[in-house]
């Protein structure tokens, strides 16, 4: 029988599974389940050491999400009450649901050879194809290399099941795009990418994500498509933030200052004139950014080998842009060896405070933090470290003080990496007398302080971007 036909005697879209009870998969869960349009939705969790937890927890309604999430614990007590929802790790109640959504993360065992690790996808994958049946949509929520949908995930489902894509079955992809701490209203009013592997496909996981839209509008398009859009929403970021990371290194070789230069080109306004100014920094952390370049390069060479067309020799210039960023934590190490020698000090035995261990300003995440390389070369070249972060209470392998006044007390060096608000109105008197030198290193990685405000009180001042103050007089 035709998809369209199974489609019609299922009849709409009643039953929902969730799989992959993550920052992604528990506001989808809650949301479909608060809808008045669906009967019932399953959360479905491995019931293992390392987040087996997390299933009692959601039927007590409760997040085992870190950091706030407004509203969410509010919708599962709701939905856990009204019996719309429950957590569960028995895949076999797949079978009886009309739609099953996989929002499981996609992390790169390394940047060099491109694999993702696909295998907890995989076994997710292969628990919706052991309990698939006709008329079924599957849809992957997770970021994921260009391709993967309609090859990959299509083949193990097929594989698994005995059912085909697109006659049997609907399959499609809807990448998720919500950001920690704004994970419902995300959901709810970001448009929602629905790329589905033939147009019944795309129509059926539409019937599936227009009720949880409030301001949200769904752009339909290609499986492909759609993962190839995700990826490139934050390789376009991750490139605008290179762009102006190789502009800040440009202006301190030119003595000049990249604010002015940022400030002027961002005054050419009018329609249809855009220059995505971002902001130098650093370094890029995170576990989009430093991802999602990597499997759209994947994408082309898997879907568009010999296909592609592309000046002979020439780096990719995403790839490119990663190494740019991936460079600046390198840079700041040559702004802190370049300050301390100023006052004929070396890294050997000096001592580093770095203010900020989370990839991102006012956060307590830490993942792929530009921070560690930067430490890890400092602690090469000899010196001690110390970190400072208020958000942030451990990290593996590295102790991280709470306490500002602590971490710089004897300091040689202080290197601002997060732009937490807690580093914007230093004290250099206060800072200076913590470290006993006559004149302290700061080195300023997010444009948080004054450099003349600490050039007066005798600091040696490095900040990316500051051609102009980087070689400035050293006071007192
Ligand atoms: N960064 C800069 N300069 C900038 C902006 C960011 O150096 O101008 C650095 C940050 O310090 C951080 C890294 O880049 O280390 C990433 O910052 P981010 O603001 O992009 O935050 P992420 O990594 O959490 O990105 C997420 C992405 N959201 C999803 O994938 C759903 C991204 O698409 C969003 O654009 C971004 O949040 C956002 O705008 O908040």
């Not at 035709?2 to 879209?13: C, D, N, Q, V, W």
């Not at 299933?55 to 009204?82: Q, W, Y």
């Not at 008329?135 to 995930?153: D, H, N, R």
């Not at 859009?229 to 290194?249: C, P, S, V, W």
Request: proline share 6%; with cysteine.
């Amino acid at each position: 029988m035709a998809l369209e036909a199974l489609i019609r005697k299922r009849g709409p879209i009643k039953k929902i599974g969730v799989i992959g009870m993550g920052y992604v998969g528990i506001p989808a869960a809650a949301l479909f389940a608060d809808s008045p349009v669906f009967d019932f939705v399953y959360g479905f969790q491995r019931d293992s050491p390392s987040s087996g937890y997390k299933i009692a927890m959601l039927n007590r309604g409760e997040s085992p999400l870190k950091g706030e999430e407004p509203g969410l614990e509010d919708i599962l007590k709701k939905v856990v009450t009204e019996k719309k929802f429950s957590c569960t790790s028995d895949f076999k109640k797949i079978a009886d649901l009309d739609a099953v959504t996989l929002s499981i993360q996609t992390p790169f065992l390394n940047k060099e050879d491109l694999l993702p690790d696909f295998s907890p996808l995989t076994e997710g994958i292969e628990q919706v194809g052991h309990h698939l049946s006709p008329g079924m949509l599957v849809v992957l929520e997770s970021t994921i290399t260009p391709g993967t949908t309609v090859t990959f995930a299509r083949e193990i489902l097929e594989r698994e099941s005995g059912l085909k894509a697109g006659v049997d079955f609907a399959l499609a992809h809807a990448p998720e795009r919500v950001m920690a701490g704004r994970l419902l209203r995300n959901i709810r009013e970001h448009d929602r990418i629905v790329g589905g592997f033939d147009p019944i496909s795309t129509q059926r996981a539409t019937e599936l994500y227009t009720p949880v839209l409030t301001l949200g509008k769904i752009i339909p398009m290609s499986a492909t498509a759609a993962e190839v859009t995700k990826t490139t929403e934050n390789t376009f970021r991750d490139l605008q933030i290179a762009a102006i990371n190789e502009l800040a290194l440009y202006c301190e070789a030119m003595g000049i200052n990249v604010y002015d230069v940022r400030r002027g080109v961002d005054s050419l306004k009018g329609e249809g004139i855009t220059r995505a100014m971002l902001w130098p920094g650093a370094g890029v952390g995170g576990h989009c950014l430093t991802k999602d370049t990597y499997h759209l390069e994947r994408g082309v060479q898997v879907l568009g080998k010999d296909l592609l067309d592309y000046p002979v020799g020439e780096p990719s210039l995403y790839i490119l842009a990663r190494r740019i960023n991936d460079f600046m934590p390198t840079h700041m190490f040559r702004l802190t060896t370049d300050a301390l020698k100023r006052t004929g000090r070396s890294l050997k035995g000096a001592k580093v405070a770095i203010l900020g261990w989370a990839f991102l300003a006012n956060s307590d995440d830490t993942r792929n933090t530009p921070s560690e390389p930067y430490r890890d070369n400092l602690i090469k070249a000899g010196a001690t470290v110390i970190v400072h972060d208020p958000h942030v209470l451990e990290y593996p392998h590295v102790p991280i003080f709470q306490h500002l006044d602590e971490t710089m007390k004897g300091a040689d060096a202080i290197v601002i990496f997060a732009g937490h608000h807690q580093y914007k109105n230093l004290d250099p008197d206060h800072i200076r007398a913590l470290s006993g030198r006559s004149h302290p290193v700061i080195v300023d990685g997010r444009n948080m302080i004054d450099p003349d405000h600490f050039i007066k009180h005798g600091f040696v001042y490095k900040g990316i971007g500051r051609g102009d103050k980087n070689m400035h007089k050293i006071l007192r």
